[in-house]
C-alpha cells in the first residue's frame, strides 16, 4: 500500500498534494482524523505527517506544524551543507585537473632532440624547415616527388637552398624522369650552381628531406599540410640508407635516358609498361610517375600501337613477349637477349 501510494503521490513534505493538503488541514484543526479519511493519501503517513493515535489506532494525530517546519529547514540545511561539499570536492578535483593538464603540456612541449614531432599546419612546418636550415652546416638530401617542378614550389624553398649555399652545404635532389623537362628546375640548378646535384629516376619515394643526416622531414597526410620532424638516429640513418640506394640506381640529370631497345618504344613507356604487367591502374602509374592520367593513357595507347595490341589484355601479353615487363638487357638491340617487337625483322648484318 505503501508502495503504491509513492506512486500515486510523489512529493515532500515542501509540496503536499491537493487531497493530502485537504487531511492534514482537517487533521491539525480536529486534532484527529479517522484512518479511513487517510487511505486515499497513503503519503502523510509515509511523510510522517499523520501517526496512529496510541489511544485508538483506528484514528491518526498530525505531527504539529511547528516540527514539520524545523524537519523542512533542517533538510534544507543539510542540502545546502552537501552542496557546498560538492563544489568544495570539485574545485580541489578542478586543481588536481589542472596541473595534470600543465605537467602535459611541459611534456608533449616541442623541446631540443625530441625523437618525433607532429607539425600540423604549413606554418609550423615553415618555420621547422628553416630551423633546420639554419642549423644545418655540411649536407642535404631531398626526394621530390611528382612530375614537373612549379616555379611556386621552387621559390617556396629557394631562400633555404640560398642560404645553405652561402654556407657551402652540398646538397643532392632525387627527383622523377619527368622532372627533366620543367625549366623551372633547369634555373633552379643553374642558379645553385655546384652546390647542388641532381638526379633522376622512374619513381621515387614520397618526400624526404634529410639535414646533416640527424633530422628528417616526411609528410603526415596526404594533402601535406601535417609533417613528422624525426630525430630519432635509427630512422634518421634507415631514411639516409633509402636514400643513398636510390641515390646509385638514379641518372644525373644531365645524362640521357638509357635507350629501350625497342624502336618507337620511349623509356617513360617502358616504365609504363612494367607497372602496366605489375597490375596498376592508369591512375597510380600516372602518380608513380609523376604525370597526369591524360599523359599516361595517352603513353598506352602508343604502347598499344606499337606493339599490335588490339586490347588492354593482349597489351599485357605482348609486354610480356618483348620483355617490357623486366629490367633492360645490356647490348645493342640486336645483341642475343635484346628486346624486339614480335614481327620486326632485325636488319641484316652486312
Known amino acids: 500500500m505503501a508502495g503504491h501510494g509513492a506512486e500515486q503521490h510523489p512529493h515532500g513534505a515542501d509540496r503536499l498534494c491537493g487531497a493530502g493538503d485537504r487531511v492534514y488541514s482537517r487533521a491539525?484543526?480536529?486534532?484527529?482524523?479517522?484512518?479511513?479519511?487517510?487511505?486515499?493519501?497513503?503519503?502523510?503517513?509515509?511523510?510522517a505527517l499523520l501517526h496512529p493515535d496510541p489511544?485508538?489506532?483506528?484514528?491518526?494525530?498530525?505531527?504539529?506544524?511547528?516540527?514539520?517546519?524545523?524537519?523542512?529547514?533542517?533538510?534544507?540545511?543539510?542540502?545546502?551543507?552537501?552542496?557546498?561539499?560538492?563544489?568544495?570536492?570539485?574545485?580541489?578535483a578542478f586543481e588536481w585537473y589542472a596541473g595534470l593538464g600543465r605537467q602535459l603540456q611541459a611534456l608533449?612541449?616541442?623541446?631540443?632532440?625530441?625523437?618525433?614531432?607532429?607539425?600540423?599546419?604549413?606554418?609550423?612546418?615553415?618555420?621547422?624547415?628553416?630551423?633546420?636550415?639554419?642549423?644545418?652546416t655540411t649536407e642535404v638530401l631531398t626526394v621530390q616527388p611528382g612530375g614537373i617542378r612549379r616555379e611556386a614550389e621552387l621559390t617556396e624553398g629557394l631562400h633555404r637552398a640560398l642560404a645553405l649555399r652561402g654556407r657551402g652545404v652540398r646538397m643532392r635532389d632525387l627527383?622523377?624522369?619527368?622532372?627533366?623537362?620543367?625549366?623551372?628546375?633547369?634555373?633552379?640548378?643553374?642558379?645553385m650552381g655546384d652546390a647542388v646535384e641532381a638526379r633522376t629516376l622512374d619513381e621515387v619515394i614520397d618526400r624526404l628531406i634529410l639535414f646533416d643526416r640527424t633530422v628528417a622531414f616526411i609528410p603526415a597526410n596526404t594533402e601535406r599540410t601535417m609533417a613528422l620532424e624525426l630525430r630519432h638516429?635509427?630512422?634518421?640513418?634507415?631514411?639516409?640508407?633509402?636514400?643513398?640506394?636510390?641515390?646509385?640506381?638514379?641518372?644525373?640529370?644531365?645524362?640521357?635516358?638509357?635507350?629501350t631497345g625497342i624502336e618507337g618504344i620511349s623509356h617513360r613507356e617502358r616504365s609504363i609498361a612494367a607497372l602496366l604487367a605489375e597490375g596498376h591502374q592508369d591512375a597510380v602509374i600516372a602518380?608513380?610517375?609523376?604525370?597526369?592520367v591524360r599523359t599516361c593513357r595517352a603513353h598506352i595507347a602508343r604502347l598499344s600501337d606499337t606493339l599490335g595490341a588490339a586490347s588492354r589484355t593482349q597489351l599485357g601479353v605482348r609486354i610480356a613477349q618483348v620483355g617490357l615487363?623486366?629490367?633492360?638487357?645490356?647490348?645493342?638491340?640486336?645483341?642475343?637477349?635484346?628486346?624486339?617487337?614480335?614481327?620486326?625483322?632485325?636488319?641484316?648484318?652486312?
Request: proline share 10%; with cysteine; charged share 25%.
Open 28 to 47: 491539525v484543526r480536529r486534532g484527529r482524523v479517522p484512518r479511513t479519511d487517510a487511505e486515499p493519501v497513503p503519503c502523510l503517513l509515509e511523510l
Open 55 to 92: 489511544d485508538d489506532m483506528d484514528w491518526l494525530v498530525p505531527t504539529s506544524p511547528q516540527e514539520v517546519m524545523t524537519r523542512l529547514l533542517r533538510g534544507v540545511y543539510d542540502e545546502v551543507r552537501e552542496s557546498q561539499r560538492r563544489v568544495g570536492s570539485a574545485v580541489s
Open 108 to 136: 608533449s612541449a616541442p623541446v631540443e632532440g625530441t625523437a618525433i614531432r607532429v607539425l600540423d599546419g604549413l606554418s609550423r612546418i615553415q618555420a621547422a624547415m628553416d630551423e633546420a636550415t639554419e642549423a644545418c
Open 175 to 191: 627527383y622523377t624522369h619527368v622532372a627533366r623537362h620543367g625549366q623551372g628546375l633547369l634555373n633552379y640548378l643553374e642558379l
Open 233 to 259: 638516429p635509427a630512422l634518421v640513418e634507415y631514411f639516409v640508407t633509402v636514400f643513398e640506394r636510390l641515390w646509385r640506381l638514379a641518372l644525373p640529370l644531365t645524362a640521357p635516358l638509357p635507350d
Open 287 to 292: 602518380e608513380r610517375l609523376g604525370i597526369s
Open 325 to 350: 615487363d623486366r629490367p633492360p638487357q645490356a647490348g645493342p638491340p640486336d645483341a642475343p637477349g635484346a628486346l624486339r617487337v614480335p614481327g620486326q625483322e632485325s636488319p641484316s648484318v652486312r
